[in-house]
């Protein structure tokens, strides 16, 4: 268990620190306590009633100014590269200028860091304040970019909104219904305008101010739009960015809109409600308490003092079976929270193949001739997903199947070793060696603290069972693992960009081998001539490593689907090499006994995570650059239609006729 007294002590300062001022005479929260949905300006009032405090204020801007001494792309932003330029930020600049920014409310300078670090574009490295993320605001009209008949785009209400909203429940629809406002009748409309914009146009500005992420504007303009996906272990579809943000900061959205059957445009003021996704509260003083307060999970601890594997294990820590800790490369989509379904006529008809329970979902298409492996992400049980994946091909082969579609759309990433697994697996050993590397060469920052870690790791006779600094982690160029005792980082490796020399550690691989339950065949099951992927861009972290060694090594076909007419979609979300959560920061920090460090970021007054992309994957071509800065476009693009936009099996039918018909 984390120190308890010490986070209740925490927990008591935040609480002084706000009482600093004086809150508002009347309590904005408890008028809807217990309530899954509320009006977006009740919401709004709730939390902005807790008053600015500059304790916090320097805590956070402390804890985060730190912690982002170990982002591997800090100087990359400095001037990023096209087609990334909108990507382009000096990060010690803004945090510097919201320690100067006058603020009413301590919803208002976490909105300010949260927007800071949102428009990075990199899903790996954001503030996320677990007070204000408690909301997602929810549009009974969320919309979609389709082609007609003619190949004509546009953008629409999803026309499959009637049963997708109908999921989200009574106590949502009736809201509207006791109204007197008919969302059903916008299903299917062609939008003309969004906010007084041209749509496509509203679509870009969300894209850029809102949607974060990921690296490519193209990419996330499809975040912008509904599309489906896979949930935990469920087909799902997701809002989109104009039709579930994460704030409850706009009451209505309008919309020039042509309905089904009409001639005509009209101007439609839609409401949007807020869903509460954080705790129960029962009054503005617990809403506090069980959502923004810190508490024992906030912080890290020193892992010396839980013992074995087990213990990380309760904690959340992934661990495999050799009890290494395994790393992980993923986004933080909030939209999960509280996840809608995939409508069921729009599910598929296809019987499910071998190794369909996780987060893969392998289908036979008709004709015997292709099989669809579906990953939904990289998450999930470690074990299964290689032995899912091992089910479904000797499925495959035994129906002989002969063509594989692997389907990445809103793929957020997860475990770094699965998305070399399932590369090796398809890939084979004979071509790439038994190591379980990929072959591109990683790094993570060598500032004076990471350095004060690793000596101290060794001096500790600590490995990878406990912390990721360890070299038992990696493995030298020559893939030979690292001895725990070896100092990786130290003496660092000047590295030079954008006009500034940083210090990184030295070059190593991944050994995701020693992790692996399932041992990849010698020889690709199938031609990797006939294996191709398709996706609609939004994938992110270990998907886009996957992806880019499918590519890069292999040539693997890449179908795009979705996007703005005439922008460039990139086939990829943003590739780091491994994430860590605060608490995996200060996990390692405080284990290693540096904690006392004056470069060590401090503990967490309020309950929230700043996480970071804590290693760097360089590109397998171009040993100077992140695969993240790699521009690489798909071969194909395809608009989504009216068939294929939410509809899996539609669209890998489609998509079979075009890579292999």
Known sequence: MRAHRFHVVIGALAAQALSARAAPAADACAPFAGQAFVAPSQALACLKSFPFNETLRQNVLTNIARIFDFYTFEDFYLNSPPPFQESTANIRAEIARINSTKFETDYDFNRAVYNFTTQLNDGHTRWFPNCYDTFQNLLPAPVVTLADAHGVQSVFVAPDSVALVELVGTEFTSFFDKMGFDWRRLAGARVLEIAGMD??????????????????????????????????????????????????????????????????????????????????FTDQKSFWEVNCAANNETNGVDLKTLGDGSALRKRGIGVARSGRKLARAAIVDKSNSNAVGLPSQFLPTLPPANGSTGVIKSFILPGNKTGVMFVGSFEGDFNQFQTDTQAAISQFKA?????????????????????????????????????????????????????????????????????????????????????????????????????????????????????????????????????????????????AMFSTLMFERHQTKIAIFGGKPGEQVQYKGMA????????????????ANVKDDPLAPPDLLVNANMRHNWRTAWSFFNEQLPIAYVSELPQFRFPYTNETYNNPQALWTFAESKFFG
């Open 576 to 591: 780091g090499n491994q994430v860590l959560e605060w608490t995996d920061l200060d996990d390692e920090i405080k284990t």
């Open 199 to 280: 749509a496509y146009a509203y679509a870009d500005l969300i894209a850029s101010t809102e949607s974060g992420n990921y690296l490519d504007h193209g990419v996330r303009v499809n975040s912008v739009f509904s599309s489906y996906r896979i949930s935990g272990t469920d087909f799902s579809q997701r809002f989109g960015d104009i039709g579930g943000p994460a704030f409850p900061d706009r009451n209505s959205l309008t919309m020039t809109l042509i309905p089904v059957g009409a001639t005509k445009a009209e101007t439609v003021t839609i409401p949007y409600l807020a869903n509460y996704l954080g705790a129960n």
């Open 399 to 543: 129906s002989g199947v002969s063509r594989l579609i692997i389907d990445l759309t809103n793929n957020g990433g997860g475990f770094v070793c699965l998305g070399q697994f399932l590369h090796q697996f398809l890939a084979g050993t004979a071509k790439l060696g038994n190591a379980g590397n990929p072959g591109f060469q990683s790094t993570n920052r060598g500032n004076p603290l990471a350095k004060k870690i690793v000596a101290s790791d060794i001096k500790l006779k600590l490995n990878d069972s406990f912390v990721f600094y360890t070299a038992d982690n990696f493995a030298f160029l020559n893939n030979q693992q690292m001895s725990p005792a070896h100092d990786y980082i130290d003496p660092s490796v000047p590295f030079f960009v954008n006009g500034v020399t940083d210090q990184t550690s030295q070059r190593f691989f991944d050994t995701c081998g020693l992790a692996f339950v399932v041992q990849p065949p010698e020889q690709p099951p199938f031609d990797l001539n006939n294996v191709a992927i398709v996706s609609n861009g939004d994938c992110a972290s270990t998907c």
